[in-house]
C-alpha cells in the first residue's frame, strides 16, 4: 500500500513481504503508563491509541489487561474501536495487551484484544540468571516450560500473532536464549522481541545479539526479531538502531522515550532517524510512521501523561528548533539546513515564517536583532542598530530570553527620545519601610559636565524625580505617570510613560507671552524602559524634560516678538541653568501634548 511517501506492506504476523520495512510498535499505553507518575484514564488511553492509529504505529500495546479492570476495560475499548478503524492508507492497526505466561493472565489478554481486526498477545518471562534465581525462583528447564506452555495456550485460546520476549534478554546466556526462543517458535509464536530490560547494552553488543540470535535460533528466519531497548545508560535508540541494523524489523518505542525509569526508546528518535539516515546508512530501512503527526502526539502524550518533555529533547523538545546564538541565527537566516537536519514542519511543529525559531538572547548578533526588527516593522540604520544592540546585549545579559515586547520597549526608548539636553548617567535609590526614599542621580548637563543631585520623596520614583529636579531646576508638574508595559518574568523590562507640564512661576509669568502667541499650554511626554522601573521611571522623566526644555528655547526666540504685541507686556522668562532661557505657560489654558 502506498500513501505519499509510505510503503507499508501488507501485515502478515511473522512475515514482513519488504525486506526493509520496519515495524513500529509503539508501547506508550504499556511501558510508558508504567513510568512512575504516568498513570492514564480509559478515554485518554483511547485519545492516544487513536492519535498513535493517525500517526501510523503498526502495533499499539495498549495495556497490562490483567493489572485492573480498568486497564482491562482500555485495552478492550481500544481493541474495539482504534482496532477496528481503518486508516487513510487502509491500515488498520494490531492491539496488543501484555501478559506474564499464567494462563489467568494470557486469558485476561486475549479476551481484551480478540475483537480487534488484528488482536496480538505478548507474553513474556525473564531469562537471566539473577532474573531467574530470585525473582522467578525457576529453572531455566521451568522457564522454558512456561514459555512454551503460554504459547500453545494462547494459540488454543485461537490467538495466531504471538509476540515472545524473553525478559532481561541483554543480560541473559546468548545460548539459553537460542534455545528458549527455538522452543517458543515451534509452539507457534511469531515475533521475538528481545528486551534490554535493564539498558545494560553498548549498541555493538545489542546488535551483535540481534545477529546471533538469528543466526543460531532454529527457525528464526520464520518469525520476526524485534528489539525493546531501554533508556537506563541514554542508549536505547541507539541500541534500537543496532538492532534494526542488524536485521530486526520490529522496533518497540514510546512517544517522548516515557517508560520504567529512565524509559524507553523514544519513537519520534528512533523514526525519524530510520527516515533521514535510512537510505544512506540503513540499507534503505524505513517504516510506515507519518511525521507530520509526530509533534501533536508528543504533545498529547505529555499531557495526559504530566511527563513533562525536557526542553531539549530531541525531535519534539521546545528547544529542539529554536537557534539561539549569533552564528546558527545568522547561518538560519541565510539558509535554514545550515543548522537545521529537519524542518519542523515535517514533523507536525507549525512555525511561523517571520521567527523561524530564532530566539533573541545573550548569545544573539546584530543580523538576528535586525531581522527581528524588520519583522516588527523597524528599518534602522548602522548606527542606529549598532545602538539598539549595545542596549539589547546588556538587557540579554540580565534577562533570559528576549520578546518581541522587550524589543518594542527597547525601540521605543531609544528612538522616541528627544535630543538629549540633560543625560541620565546613573541612579540609586534607598528605599523601605525604615526611613525616608532618597535618590542619588548623576547627570550630564548641556555644558558636557557630570553633576550629582539628591532627592528625597514619598517613593523612591518620587525621590528620582526630586533628585532629577535638584540639578535640571525647571518647574515641572506631573500630570500623568504610567507603568503602561511590563514583558514577562522576574527579569523583565519596565516600559514608563510621564506627562509633565510647565508649574509654579514659570507657568503664572508666562501666561501673557502664550496667550498673545495663540499657544495652548503644553504637556509633554516621556518615555523610557529598564529593567528597573525606578530607572525607568526616570528615564521617562529627564525625556519628557528634554523636551519641554527644547520647546522653551524655541518658544524664547519667538516670545519676546510676540510680547511687543500685548498690551500686559511681561516677558518672564525662566531661566534654566544649562544656559536656556524658557517662556512658561499659562495654567488654565486648553492642554495639548507633544
Ligand atoms: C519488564 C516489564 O516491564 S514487565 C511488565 C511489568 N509491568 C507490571 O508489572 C505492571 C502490571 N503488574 C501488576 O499489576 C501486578 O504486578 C500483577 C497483577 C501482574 C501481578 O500482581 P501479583 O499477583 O500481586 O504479583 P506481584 O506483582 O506481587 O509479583 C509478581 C509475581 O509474578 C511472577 N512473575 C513475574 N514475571 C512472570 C512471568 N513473566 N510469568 C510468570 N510469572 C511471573 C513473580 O515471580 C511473582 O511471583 P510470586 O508472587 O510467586 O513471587
Ligand atoms: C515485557 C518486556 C518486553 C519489557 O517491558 C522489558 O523487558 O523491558
Redesign the pocket.
Known amino acids: 500500500m502506498r500513501v505519499g511517501e509510505i510503503r507499508r506492506p501488507e501485515y502478515v504476523p511473522n512475515r514482513i513481504d519488504d525486506p526493509n520495512y520496519v515495524r513500529i510498535f509503539d508501547t506508550t499505553l504499556?511501558?510508558g503508563e508504567?513510568s512512575p507518575g504516568a498513570t492514564l484514564t480509559s478515554k485518554e488511553k483511547l485519545d492516544i491509541a487513536r492519535q498513535l492509529a493517525k500517526l501510523g504505529v503498526d502495533i499499539i500495546e495498549a495495556g497490562?489487561p490483567?493489572?485492573?479492570p480498568d486497564?482491562f476495560e482500555a485495552v478492550r475499548t481500544i481493541a474495539m474501536e482504534v482496532g477496528n478503524d481503518v486508516q487513510p492508507d487502509g491500515y488498520v492497526p494490531v492491539i496488543c495487551g501484555?501478559?506474564?505466561?499464567?494462563f489467568q493472565?494470557l486469558e485476561r489478554a486475549w479476551d481484551a484484544v480478540r475483537h480487534a481486526k488484528r488482536p496480538r498477545v505478548h507474553?513474556?518471562?525473564?531469562t537471566s540468571e539473577i532474573?531467574m534465581k530470585y525473582?522467578?525462583?525457576?529453572s531455566e528447564d521451568e522457564v522454558v516450560e512456561?514459555a512454551v506452555a503460554?504459547v500453545k495456550h494462547l494459540r488454543s485460546l485461537g490467538c495466531n500473532d504471538i509476540e515472545f520476549?524473553p525478559?532481561?534478554a541483554g543480560r541473559s546466556n546468548p545460548k539459553f536464549l537460542y534455545r528458549i526462543l527455538g522452543e517458543v517458535i515451534k509452539a507457534g509464536a511469531t515475533t521475538l522481541n528481545i528486551?534490554d530490560?535493564t539498558g545494560w547494552c553498548l549498541p555493538h553488543e545489542f546488535g551483535e545479539l540481534i545477529a546471533s540470535i538469528r543466526k543460531n535460533t532454529p527457525g528464526a528466519e520464520n518469525v520476526i526479531i524485534s528489539t525493546h531497548c531501554?533508556n537506563d545508560l541514554g542508549l536505547a535508540t541507539a541500541n534500537s538502531l543496532a538492532g534494526a541494523q542488524a536485521g530486526a524489523r520490529q522496533v518497540e518505542c514510546t512517544i517522548n522515550g516515557i517508560?520504567?525509569r529512565a524509559g524507553n526508546a523514544s519513537l519520534e528518535e528512533v523514526v525519524m532517524a530510520i527516515k533521514l539516515r535510512g537510505n544512506e546508512v540503513m540499507k534503505g530501512l524505513h517504516t510506515g510512521i507519518r511525521p507530520v503527526h509526530i509533534y501533536p502526539t508528543s504533545k498529547m502524550v505529555s499531557d495526559y501523561s504530566g511527563m513533562i518533555v525536557q526542553p531539549h529533547k530531541a525531535i519534539v523538545g521546545a528547544n529542539a528548533f529554536a537557534h539561539e546564538s549569533g552564528i546558527h541565527q545568522d547561518g538560519m537566516l541565510k539558509n535554514r539546513e545550515t543548522y537545521e537536519i529537519m524542518s519542523p514542519e515535517s514533523i507536525g511543529l507549525p512555525r511561523q515564517e517571520q521567527d523561524r525559531g530564532i530566539v533573541l538572547g545573550k548569545h544573539s548578533g546584530r543580523n538576528a536583532l535586525n531581522s527581528r526588527l524588520r519583522s516588527l516593522g523597524y528599518e534602522l540604520s548602522q548606527t542606529e542598530l549598532d545602538d539598539v544592540f549595545k542596549r539589547f546585549k546588556s538587557l540579554a545579559d540580565k534577562k533570559k530570553g528576549i520578546s518581541d515586547e522587550d524589543i518594542l520597549a527597547l525601540m521605543s526608548d531609544e528612538l522616541h527620545q528627544p535630543k538629549v539636553i540633560w543625560e541620565l548617567l546613573d541612579l540609586q535609590v534607598v528605599c523601605g519601610t525604615m526611613g525616608m526614599p532618597t535618590a542619588t542621580v548623576q547627570m550630564k548637563g548641556p555644558d558636557g559636565i557630570a553633576r550629582i543631585g539628591v532627592g528625597v520623596g514619598t517613593g523612591p520614583v518620587d525621590a528620582a524625580y526630586k533628585a532629577v529636579d535638584s540639578l535640571v531646576r525647571v518647574e515641572a508638574e506631573l500630570s500623568d505617570y504610567s507603568v503602561s508595559s511590563v514583558t514577562q518574568g522576574i527579569e523583565a523590562l519596565a516600559h514608563t510613560r510621564v506627562m509633565i507640564r510647565p508649574s509654579g512661576k514659570m507657568s503664572d509669568a508666562g501666561y501673557s507671552e502664550h496667550a498673545a502667541l495663540g499657544t495652548v499650554q503644553r504637556q509633554f511626554s516621556g518615555s523610557g524602559a529598564n529593567e528597573d522601573i525606578v530607572v525607568a521611571s526616570a528615564r521617562a522623566y529627564v525625556s519628557a524634560l528634554n523636551k519641554m526644555i527644547g520647546w522653551m528655547s524655541v518658544a524664547q526666540k519667538v516670545a519676546p516678538r510676540a510680547a511687543r504685541a500685548t498690551a500686559s507686556g511681561g516677558a518672564a522668562l525662566a531661566s534654566v541653568d544649562n544656559g536656556s532661557s524658557a517662556p512658561s505657560a499659562g495654567k488654565d489654558l486648553a492642554t495639548s501634548s507633544m
Open positions: 504499556r511501558d508504567q497490562f490483567v493489572a485492573s486497564d501484555l501478559s506474564r505466561t499464567k493472565d507474553t513474556f518471562i525473564a532474573h525473582k522467578l525462583r525457576m512456561n503460554a520476549s525478559e532481561d528486551p530490560t531501554q517508560g520504567e
